[in-house]
Nanobody
Framework: QVQLVESGGGLVQAGGSLRLSCAAS????????MAWYRQAPGNQRELVAH???????VYGDSVKGRFTISDVDAKNTVYLQMNSLKPEDTAVYSC????????????????WGKGTQVTVSS
C-alpha cells in the first residue's frame, strides 16, 4: 500500500504564491509518474500538472506560465510552485501517483492523496 500526503495549502491574496508538496510513502519500487489535479465546487476535476520519467512535464492550459511542477526527489516528494494566483485557482488540490511495486510491474497502480484546500481571495 502507498500513502500520499499533500501539504502547503491555505488562504492567499490574488497575485500571491503558494508551494504545495506531495509526499509518497509505503511499498514503492519506483514512481512512474506524479500529477496534481484540482476540483472546485460544481466543477469537474482538472489536470494542473503532470510529470513523467525523464522529466517530461505537462500543464493545464489555465496554469501554464504560472505554475511549476518539480521533479520527484529522492524522498518521493513532488512540489507544485504556484505563482500569480487568481481567485479562479481556488480549489482542492490533490496528488496522484502511479507507483510500480517491483521490477516486473509494468503498469503500476494509481494512488490519490486526500487533497489540500487552496483559497485565493480577490
Amino acid at each position: 500500500q502507498v500513502q500520499l500526503v499533500e501539504s502547503g495549502g491555505g488562504l492567499v491574496q490574488a497575485g500571491g504564491s503558494l508551494r504545495l508538496s506531495c509526499a509518497a510513502s509505503g511499498n514503492i519500487f519506483e514512481i512512474d509518474s506524479m500529477a496534481w489535479y484540482r476540483q472546485a465546487p460544481g466543477n469537474q476535476r482538472e489536470l494542473v500538472a503532470h510529470i513523467r520519467p525523464r522529466g517530461m512535464k505537462v500543464y493545464g492550459d489555465s496554469v501554464k506560465g504560472r505554475f511549476t511542477i518539480s521533479d520527484v526527489d529522492a524522498k518521493n516528494t513532488v512540489y507544485l510552485q504556484m505563482n500569480s494566483l487568481k481567485p479562479e485557482d481556488t480549489a482542492v488540490y490533490s496528488c496522484l501517483a502511479n507507483v510500480l511495486d517491483g521490477p516486473t510491474d509494468y503498469s503500476g497502480t494509481n494512488y490519490w492523496g486526500k487533497g489540500t484546500q487552496v483559497t485565493v481571495s480577490s
